[in-house]
């Protein structure tokens, strides 16, 4: 029952690769340091099958708690990135607004 | 002549102190430092691991280098150094300040600063604070909030009652010393992790189920903003107050149970090595 190959932690896994994905800023996946070293693991234990074993259950929360940490910081960004202030306006704008000229405005 | 003076003072600060962004061409009034490096990989040093950004070794505020005594974690504050777009936006990267933080330990704080620290907050649980008012929240909190409360009483042997109002629950010595306990067997940046996963949570029940795999962080944050959510679903949600809030907190909190388990596994992995096999590699 406790193996990494059962089909919650795959989909954890292909959950995993496609946040790398959308993240990561080399061409191929294949390259990425992190993929290769998740892909290496779950081979690692995947060989454990029908065994009460305590790694796989451990591997797959961590493997989940690694995308829930990829996935919540994309969110974040995206959110800020879509609803972020655009800062203070100038004296210049402002003066703008209310139709005033700054006083040493070069004429056009 | 005054007012002339003014302005022209009061239009070159604003420049001097603004950097302009080169993606947007708008102000912004924070410094942004571009990428500066092309990849990020690891280098192992002994068994401890460094993290290199093109073959220069990544360092703390301190100058020190950023040294980690497990894989994983240093493959994942590579990959994190990776996903920086065209600037480097250190306030996200958890992972990172987790690990300077105690590397550098700012604070100069022990082990048992943190703990005491941990015992002050705990009678201060959002999970022991239950609505007095509204009998529908009421009900709402019994139902998710119980199982957890009982899982922590059976898993830690306790009793802990919970407040219904604005007094803080007594907490007996027994569960102060157990708790102590608990917290004194992690290491320091584990420990210094946990309090960032209980800054966020604002809860220490919730963080200890999740460092028990009771919880996932996803499930721990929505518990903890249990009453937010409650009120949320008769006023409505907004994006850039309530999802953020709710991203911002899950990242916060996966970042602290990663090093937790990192740490946690370094310890359970150098005790496995059977005695034999040490010295022979301490005599290669």
Redesign the interface.
């Known amino acids: 029952m406790a193996s990494i190959t059962t089909k919650p932690a795959l989909v954890t896994l292909r959950q995993l690769l496609s946040e790398l994905r959308k993240q990561s800023s080399t061409k191929k996946l294949a390259e990425n340091q992190m993929v290769q070293y998740i892909l290496s693991q779950y081979r690692k234990h995947q060989s454990t099958d029908q065994q009460l074993c305590k790694a796989a259950e451990e591997m797959h929360y961590k493997a989940k708690t690694y995308y829930h940490y990829l996935h919540s910081s994309r969110q974040y960004k995206e959110i800020n990135v879509e609803f972020k202030g655009k800062g203070e306006r100038s004296v210049e704008e402002t003066a703008k607004m209310v139709g005033f000229k700054m006083p040493h405005d070069p004429k056009p | 002549m005054n ?2 003076k003014m ?2 003072t ?2 070159i600060i ?1 420049t001097l102190l ?1 950097t302009r962004c080169p993606s947007c061409t ?4 924070y410094a942004t430092r571009k990428r500066f490096y092309r ?1 990020a ?2 280098v192992q040093n002994e068994n401890k691991w460094e993290v290199t950004l093109d073959h220069r070794r990544l360092k703390t505020p301190n100058g020190r280098a950023l040294v980690v005594q497990s ?2 974690l240093a ?2 504050i ?2 994190e150094w ?4 065209e600037t480097i ?1 250190q306030a ?1 990267m ?2 990172t300040a987790l690990c300077n933080t105690a590397l550098d330990n700012p604070g100069k704080i022990t082990s048992h600063d943190i703990a005491n620290y941990l015992l002050e907050y705990y009678p201060t649980d959002t999970l022991l604070f239950h609505s007095d008012e509204e009998e529908e929240l009421k009900n709402l909190q019994d139902k998710k909030w119980g199982p957890v409360l009982e899982w922590f009483q059976k898993r830690y042997n306790v009793t802990q009652e919970i407040a219904r109002g604005l007094e803080p629950p007594l907490v007996s010595t027994d569960t102060r010393a157990v708790l102590a306990r608990h917290f004194l067997s992690y290491d320091f940046p584990a420990l210094n992790a946990f309090t960032f996963g209980v800054e966020a949570l604002k809860s220490s029940i919730l963080m200890l189920a999740c460092v028990d ?1 009771y919880l ?3 499930e721990a944050v929505l518990l903890a903003r249990l009453e937010e959510e409650y009120q949320l679903a008769r006023w409505g949600r907004v ?2 107050a309530h ?2 809030n ?3 907190l ?2 916060r909190v ?2 602290s ?2 090093v937790i ?1 990192c740490s946690s ?1 370094s310890h359970s992995s150098r005790a496995k090595v059977p005695p034999s096999e040490q010295t022979s590699q301490a005599t290669q």
């Open positions: 007012i002339l302005f022209s009061s239009t604003p603004r708008r102000f912004q009034n990849s990989g690891i894989e994983p493959r994942a590579a990959a990776d996903a920086q777009a936006s996200t958890h992972l795999k996932e962080p996803k994006p850039w999802e953020l709710q991203a911002e899950t990242a996966a970042a149970l990663l388990q596994e």
